[in-house]
């Protein structure tokens, strides 16, 4: 059984216009996804500007970075409840004064590959570790750099 050039044409025509879509959207995933991800990493730009001298001067008071779970621990306790926190704080102190300017921005510190310090670590990560990092802000102390903070 021969088909008929018309039905042949129309079947060719379903035929791109199937591959077509589907290349349309292939294609508008990934851009979407990218530009989510340049999005984020964007955005934490701000806030990590204003934490760097904070965690800077952290690591030169102590040397490293140890202990900084203890800050993990006082966002943690900031964010649940702003005020009980703030009501146990005295008014100069440094690490109260940054959570009340911008308590839900997520903040991760890396010191090399490995991350030191995730203000929401229960949060999922399902963007590129990689490309975020290229927006980070780094960390130097004495022409080294110590960290990285997105």
Do not use: C, H
């Amino acid at each position: 059984m021969r088909l008929s050039i018309s039905t042949r044409l129309i079947l060719s025509f379903l035929a791109i216009i199937l591959v077509m879509s589907a290349l349309f959207l292939l294609l508008t995933n990934r851009v979407i996804t990218a530009r989510f991800t340049e999005l984020i990493a964007r955005s934490g730009q701000t806030y990590a500007n204003r934490v760097a001298p904070v965690l800077k001067r952290y690591y030169v008071n102590n040397g490293s970075w140890d202990g900084l779970s203890d800050a993990a621990e006082q966002i943690k306790e900031f964010r649940d409840n702003p005020d009980n926190y703030l009501a146990k704080q005295k008014r100069d102190t440094p690490l109260a004064n940054l959570l009340v300017a911008s308590r839900d921005d997520r903040l991760i510190l890396f010191a090399g590959d490995e991350i030191v310090l995730d203000t929401n670590p229960d949060a999922a990560v399902n963007v590129n570790i990689a490309q975020i990092k290229q927006y980070g802000i780094p960390i130097e102390v004495e022409g080294e750099e110590v960290g990285l903070v997105v």
